[in-house]
């Protein structure tokens, strides 16, 4: 464990983790985090900042794998040692905690995450000021719980401001670093998340046919990035009523989905759901019934999982 009593070691090995993760290599980069905490814990101890970073990074990983109840003990835990050491109001705790109400927001836990991202909210206004671009990830995550919360009202003045700055951050991106680099398909990503939620279904569908043109020659038809994206067309197309491309285009996302991330993976277990909202539009009641059972069956089968394994 030599190496990983120092720091910078582990801190690049996290940076290293995140470029398999961007790279869309989940597993590379769990695997490596899952090692590096291992060593952190060992070396520089359990609630040393480096770990607790360590542990951030490695949450985010699962939670972006689908592993929910595996994310949660690890921020809950690097957002106390944070606390401990920082305070609730440094920039890195309040990182933390804007990432764990994020789970809690994926896990269901609505009230809990607007809990956290209102006082989140609050503070990085306070701390970072109002135009810091780390506070529109908490707006996005706040409007998001206020959605599904049904406190519409309460989320459309988030959404108009996020729009806002990711139109801005979008043609910037385009003018100096061009329309197929990553990080201007990521803005065009959130822009069209943001129309959706306002409601702008046509305006959003076209930056998505668009962003999946692009990704598919970049990354190819299997990455997740290039899945989550198509997801999201097929999710314009119900909206604007053309049951039938969304059908198709979300039967070709879960094959592929299933293959690549596994059959119950929950972007599997959302593309199910989405292609039986379009059977249902198209009037094969009993194909989506069929397909909304399965996915019961499944995440049942996980929660009970989640149970078995649980603290």
Same mark, same amino acid.
């Given at each position: 464990m030599a190496d990983h009593e120092n720091p910078e070691f582990v801190m690049s090995q996290v940076k290293l983790a995140a470029a398999y993760k961007a790279a869309g290599e989940l597993r590379e980069a +769990?695997?490596?985090?899952?090692?590096?905490?291992?060593?952190?814990?060992? &070396?520089?101890? %359990?609630?040393?900042? /480096?770990t607790a970073a360590v542990r951030n990074n490695l949450a985010t990983a699962y939670r972006a794998a689908g592993e929910l109840a595996r994310a949660v003990p690890l921020l809950e835990q690097a957002v106390a040692d944070a606390e401990r050491a920082l305070g609730d109001e440094d920039q890195v705790t309040l990182g933390f905690r804007s990432n764990l109400a994020g789970?809690?927001?994926? %896990?269901?836990?609505?009230?809990? &995450? +607007?809990?956290?991202?209102?006082?989140?909210? *609050? =503070?990085?206004? #306070?701390?970072?000021?109002?135009?810091? !671009?780390? +506070?529109? /990830? %908490? $707006?996005?995550?706040?409007a998001r719980s206020y959605a599904a919360?049904?406190?519409?009202?309460r989320a459309l003045p988030l959404l108009e401001r996020a729009r806002e /700055?990711?139109?801005?951050?979008? &043609? $910037? #991106?385009?003018? /100096?670093?061009? !329309?197929?680099? !990553? &990080?201007?398909?990521?803005s065009q990503h959130n822009l069209s998340q943001d129309l959706s939620r306002l409601g702008m279904h046509q305006a959003a569908r076209e930056l998505d046919a668009d962003t999946l043109a692009r990704r598919r020659t970049a990354h190819g038809h299997d990455h997740p990035w290039t899945l989550i994206t198509a997801s999201?067309?097929?999710?314009?197309? $119900?909206?604007?009523?053309?049951?039938? *491309?969304? #059908?198709?285009?979300?039967? =070709? %996302?879960?094959?592929r989905r299933r293959r690549v991330l596994g059959d119950d993976h929950p972007q599997t277990l959302a593309s199910a759901s989405n292609l039986a909202k379009d059977l249902e539009q198209?009037? =094969?009641?009993?194909?989506?019934?069929?397909?909304?059972?399965e996915v019961r069956h499944r995440r049942r089968g996980q929660g009970e999982a989640a149970q078995a394994n649980g603290p």
């Open positions: +769990i695997a490596l985090l899952e090692q590096t905490l291992a060593g952190s814990q060992t &070396a520089l101890g %359990t609630d040393n900042l /480096v789970v809690y927001q994926d %896990t269901g836990e609505v009230r809990l &995450a +607007i809990r956290l991202y209102e006082q989140v909210l *609050a =503070d990085q206004e #306070r701390v970072l000021g109002a135009e810091d !671009p780390r +506070i529109l /990830v %908490t $707006r996005n995550g706040l919360a049904g406190e519409v009202r /700055v990711d139109e801005d951050t979008l &043609a $910037r #991106r385009r003018r /100096v670093l061009g !329309p197929d680099h !990553p &990080a201007t398909l990521t999201n067309l097929a999710s314009d197309l $119900r909206q604007l009523g053309e049951a039938e *491309a969304a #059908r198709d285009l979300d039967a =070709d %996302t879960l094959a198209l009037g =094969d009641h009993q194909a989506a019934a069929g397909l909304r059972a």
